[in-house]
């Protein structure tokens, strides 16, 4: 059972990390969180905490990539409950990041990073 929440979690695959990538829509819900901390991976531990406010239409990460990454992938997944879709990202409220289908693609990035997710009806 460990193992299947890990992999829904966090899997190291193609040479660097998926995040939630098999978390359930409903995990995502207005008012929800998902939590990690101290994760290990071979690119050294990775903590996250996201909340879901769809409410106000939007996601909040904050995100503890580890310095060991490198140039290795980045990727979090955001499954949104059904009639939910991911508009712009952007990090720190700032540059945007690209988005790929429910994918958003953190490649490059290292250290703690705030991640604001637009969610459009």
Not at 24 to 52: D, H, M, Q, Y
């Given at each position: 059972?460990l193992?299947?929440?890990?992999s829904?979690?966090?899997q190291?695959?193609?040479?660097?990390?998926?995040?939630?990538?098999?978390t359930?829509r409903?995990?995502?819900?207005?008012g929800?969180?998902?939590?990690?901390r101290?994760?290990p991976?071979?690119?050294?531990?990775?903590?996250?905490?996201?909340?879901?406010?769809?409410a106000?239409?939007?996601?909040r990460?904050?995100?503890?990539?580890?310095?060991?990454?490198?140039?290795?992938?980045?990727r979090?997944?955001?499954?949104?409950?059904?009639?939910?879709r991911?508009?712009e990202v952007?990090l720190?409220?700032g540059?945007?990041?690209?988005?790929?289908g429910?994918?958003?693609?953190l490649d490059?990035?290292?250290?703690t990073?705030?991640?604001?997710?637009?969610a459009?009806?």
């Amino acid at each position: 059972i460990l193992r299947m929440y890990r992999s829904m979690l966090v899997q190291e695959r193609d040479g660097g990390l998926h995040l939630l990538q098999g978390t359930p829509r409903r995990w995502l819900e207005t008012g929800k969180e998902i939590a990690l901390r101290r994760a290990p991976t071979r690119f050294g531990p990775v903590s996250l905490a996201c909340r879901s406010d769809l409410a106000a239409g939007a996601v909040r990460v904050r995100l503890e990539v580890p310095e060991g990454i490198g140039g290795a992938p980045v990727r979090l997944k955001l499954r949104l409950p059904a009639g939910w879709r991911l508009g712009e990202v952007r990090l720190g409220g700032g540059e945007r990041l690209r988005v790929d289908g429910e994918w958003v693609v953190l490649d490059g990035r290292r250290g703690t990073l705030e991640i604001v997710a637009v969610a459009i009806r």
